[in-house]
């Protein structure tokens, strides 16, 4: 039975090793799984929608199709600097294609399994679950994100109203 539940883990486990789109916010280094990226475009006009909450920046209208906007650094708790390489990553989110706006794109890099680690627990209050773990790569400590989870449920929400209200 033991040799079973080792198993099970280790299918869970594997799971995060692939490849990586990463990108800066405050000068750290995070990535998001490379299958959750459709494309990476340029800072356009984001039309702000209102009553929405802060880090929904507005929406795009993207080759026809309104898609809502995140900013990661207000979500995130970051000041935001104006940086001038800023751009919009495409993702899908739980079955919402939207844009999260990053400092800049990095790189894709392939992360084995051996070079991640859990996130580490900080205690009571600090949410770390949208983190797939911290990986090793080119020297460097990166936070992998689980973009499925950066965002609550009711604040996916948030993106469909913006979304609809757009349209």
Do not use: W
Request: glycine fraction near 10%; charge should be negative.
């Amino acid at each position: 039975m033991s040799t079973h539940t080792e198993s099970v883990s280790t299918v869970a486990t594997q799971s995060r090793a692939g490849k990586y789109l990463t990108f800066f916010l405050a000068g750290e280094e995070y990535g998001l799984e490379i299958l959750k990226v459709s494309e990476i475009i340029g800072m356009q006009p984001i039309t702000r929608v209102p009553r929405m909450p802060e880090f929904v920046r507005g929406v795009i209208n993207l080759r026809g199709k309104v898609i809502p906007i995140t900013d990661l650094r207000s979500k995130f708790g970051m000041e935001y600097d104006g940086s001038e390489d800023s751009c919009i990553i495409v993702v899908q989110m739980r079955g919402i294609q939207t844009g999260i706006v990053v400092d800049r794109v990095s790189e894709v890099v392939a992360i084995a399994e051996a070079d991640i680690e859990d996130a580490p627990s900080f205690g009571a209050g600090i949410r770390t679950e949208f983190l797939l773990g911290i990986g090793k790569a080119g020297g460097r400590v990166k936070l992998l994100l689980d973009i499925d989870k950066v965002l609550a449920s009711s604040e996916i929400a948030a993106l469909e109203a913006a979304q609809s209200h757009a349209a």
